[in-house]
T-cell receptor
Framework: DAGITQSPRHKVTETGTPVTLRCHQT?????MYWYRQDPGHGLRLIHYSYGVKDTDKGEVSDGYSVSRSKTEDFLLTLESATSSQTSVYFC??????????????FGPGTRLTVL | GQQVMQIPQYQHVQEGEDFTTYCNSS?????IQWYKQRPGGHPVFLIQ?????EVKKQKRLTFQFGEAKKNSSLHITATQTTDVGTYFCAGPTGTASKLTFGTGTRLQVTL
């Protein structure tokens, strides 16, 4: 699984509190992504990074910020969590294999509940 | 923006029956990718198709990319309980190797 870990794996928090999710990779991949997955919506891109300190917004970025100070770590922060941010969050990296094969490897996910 | 739709949303089959999910993009794609997500798990990359009309097989799974490169299908022959999960197609969008994922098809297989 391309050495991708996410922490925490589960978190319950209260509305209005800040939350930071961490994605860690060990294989020096350039591109990293944060998705959220909700029933009926599939996987939606929140933010992505194309290098250290290089990040950009995805389709559902409101209420989220990210940081990438090192190649291996991509942090997702909910500055003030809301119940609508209850979701499963996946981190992913983009890989390029032999013959130009492209795809994404996903981390195990973080289940976040905002009460 | 780009939209990727899949049908059906859900299908329940008896073990041994065939299954097909269809993926349609609002724009022409340079490639199409397929992922499988087991219940409680994370999406796992299955395959990438690049050429117009391309067909690839992985054991009982057959993937096809349409001639116009706007649609794709995944066919499973003789389903097994291990095929249970949600199947997503995904197409590249914009830069930075971003993907737009389809809405997914959830497959349930019973004995």
């Amino acid at each position: 699984d391309a050495g991708i870990t996410q922490s925490p794996r589960h978190k319950v928090t209260e509305t209005g509190t800040p939350v930071t999710l961490r994605c860690h990779q060990t294989e020096n991949h350039r591109y990293m992504y944060w998705y959220r997955q909700d029933p009926g919506h599939g996987l939606r891109l929140i933010h992505y990074s194309y290098g250290v300190k290089d990040t950009d917004k995805g389709e559902v970025s409101d209420g989220y910020s990210v940081s990438r100070s090192k190649t291996e770590d991509f942090l997702l922060t909910l500055e003030s969590a809301t119940s609508s941010q209850t979701s499963v969050y996946f981190c992913a990296i983009s890989f390029t294999g032999t013959s130009g094969l492209l795809g994404q490897f996903f981390g195990p996910g973080t289940r976040l509940t905002v009460l | 923006g780009q939209q990727v739709m899949q049908i059906p949303q859900y299908q329940h089959v008896q073990e041994g029956e065939d299954f097909t999910t269809y993926c349609n993009s609002s724009t022409t794609l340079s490639n199409i990718q397929w992922y499988k997500q087991r219940p409680g798990g994370h999406p796992v990359f299955l395959i990438q198709l690049v050429k117009s009309g391309e067909v690839k097989k992985q054991k009982r799974l057959t993937f096809q990319f349409g001639e116009a490169k706007k649609n794709s299908s995944l066919h499973i022959t003789a389903t097994q309980t291990t095929d249970v999960g949600t199947y997503f197609c995904a197409g590249p969008t914009g830069t930075a190797s971003k993907l737009t994922f389809g809405t997914g098809t959830r497959l349930q297989v019973t004995l």
